[in-house]
């Protein structure tokens, strides 16, 4: 990696402000003639149309653009499926000390969609710059990189059944990244035990069956859908596919009901006492010593397990009111001798108002608590006693749960949101400003950006 220069950003921003797209994933809206409120109520909120294209293996209708007086770059693009989107933020742990740092997030670049009368479907999306640093499109591992064949059952296209292959983020009713409206992450997907580095924000690498029941006057009504993948656990490409991931669930009214789970095992560096007694696990204990298991190859196995239900409803055509719980366990976090369970607790629930196509308000409240394996008290080296529990492995600084992070402490949160596109014909540029009251274990945050897609 090297630094991303901010200047070449700008440059390249005005160039894509000199370009007609929009903020969605513009392939889509120039597909439809630059129809984004075809699939969104606003982006990436989807009406049904919408959930109908996302289940559908990204099926739009036929359109003949002949006729359709439009640039050689936009006619271009609408055949080409590639897009781009930038977020340069601004973010303060500190807001009250009014001080923060500006710098680009993600730029990500990103191609999907169906071929062959639909009957495949494909999705790359890579991040080529992160956290201002610049990576190549070939080097690291794709957010997400999968092909789906798409096979219907009956004549009137009642049932619809997909098969994927690649690396994606988990089918969750609420994305931990590609497709959320809050740009501060959900604290439940990031939590993980111990030596466990698992989170359900992380995508992983596997096999998914997805299977859709489709209703209404045009069957293009979502009526229910299940997923089940067969996944390696990882962020890399390894033929390890041992874990498993489900998900069903059922719309009622204007109301959607699912549940999910993951199961999943793998082996933990063992935890065992140096010759001043002191425990150290994988993460070396607080001095950062070597673990002793490494060379001695001692691992001991711990399976764990998600459960999890959501809800999304649509409250009234302009508000949305969704919530997420789930339940976590590990056998053996710490990969004890003798195996001491950890468990977790918690989720999120919010509200998305609408006042109009263009402007956005957003609240929403996370919660997670720890009930965790505590390691025997010890004095360090400096003669000051403590205690190596959950609490003390945190990570995350201010609280700030980053894609994959480590959440080690009970913790509640409010975020307060607000998404804006100023230029009603311009819906390529949105404007964010969202504040994190941190209530328990975690501090505030204070973000603001814009977004730019092409």
């Known amino acids: 990696m090297k630094k991303f220069s901010f200047v070449a950003l700008l440059t390249g921003a005005i160039f894509l402000l000199s370009a007609n797209a929009t903020y969605a994933y513009p392939w889509f809206a120039r597909k439809l003639v630059d129809s984004c409120n075809k699939c969104h109520t606003a982006f990436p909120q989807n009406n049904d149309y919408g959930q109908y294209v996302k289940y559908s293996g990204y099926e739009l209708p036929q359109i003949s653009y002949d006729g359709l007086e439009e640039s050689v770059i936009r006619r271009f693009l609408r055949y080409f499926p590639v897009a781009g989107r930038f977020e340069i933020d601004a973010i303060n742990s500190g807001p009250s000390e009014l001080r923060g740092d500006v710098n680009v997030r993600e730029a990500q670049l990103i191609s999907g969609g169906s071929i062959l009368n639909n009957k495949v479907s494909w999705w790359f999306h890579k991040h080529v710059v992160q956290e201002n640093e610049f990576i190549s499109l070939f080097d690291g591992t794709p957010h997400e990189m999968w092909g789906q064949y798409n096979l219907r059952f009956s004549k009137n296209d009642v049932t619809r059944v997909s098969l994927r292959y690649g690396m994606s983020e988990l089918p969750l009713a609420f994305s931990p ?129 998600r459960l999890g239900l959501d809800f999304t409803c649509s409250i009234a055509p302009n508000a949305n009111f969704y919530a997420l719980a789930l339940y976590g366990r590990d056998s053996n976090p710490l990969a004890f001798a003798e195996s001491q369970a950890g468990r977790f607790f918690g989720g999120f629930a919010g509200l998305d108002y609408f006042m109009n196509e263009r402007l956005m308000l957003q609240f929403r409240y996370d919660g997670v608590r720890f009930d965790s394996p505590i390691v025997e008290q010890h004095d360090d080296e400096m003669g000051e006693e403590h205690e190596d529990s959950m609490d003390d492995m945190d990570h995350e600084g201010e609280g700030d749960h980053l894609h994959g992070a480590l959440v080690t402490a009970d913790m509640d949160d409010i975020v307060l949101g607000l998404h804006f596109i100023p230029f009603k014909q311009f819906e390529r540029l949105k404007l964010v400003t969202e504040y994190k009251f941190g209530l328990k274990g975690t501090g505030d945050l204070l973000m603001s950006g814009f977004h730019l897609a092409f």
């Open 177 to 305: 990244s590609k497709t959320m409206l809050s740009e501060i992450p959900y604290a439940i997907y990031n939590a993980a035990l111990g030596a466990n580095k698992f989170t359900l924000s992380t995508p992983e690498y596997g096999f998914a069956v997805l299977a859709t029941k489709m209703g209404g006057d045009n069957y293009n009504q979502v009526k229910a859908n299940a997923q089940m993948a067969v996944v390696n656990g990882k962020a890399e490409f390894s033929n390890d596919f041992s874990n498993i991931f489900g998900r069903l669930s059922v719309p009622i009214g204007r109301t959607s009901l699912g549940t999910f789970a993951y199961l999943g095992s793998g082996d933990l560096m063992m935890a065992v006492a140096d010759e001043h007694g002191e425990e150290h696990g994988e993460e070396g204990g607080e001095h950062g010593e070597e673990p002793m298991g490494q060379d001695m190859g001692m691992m001991m196995e711990n399976s764990y397990y």
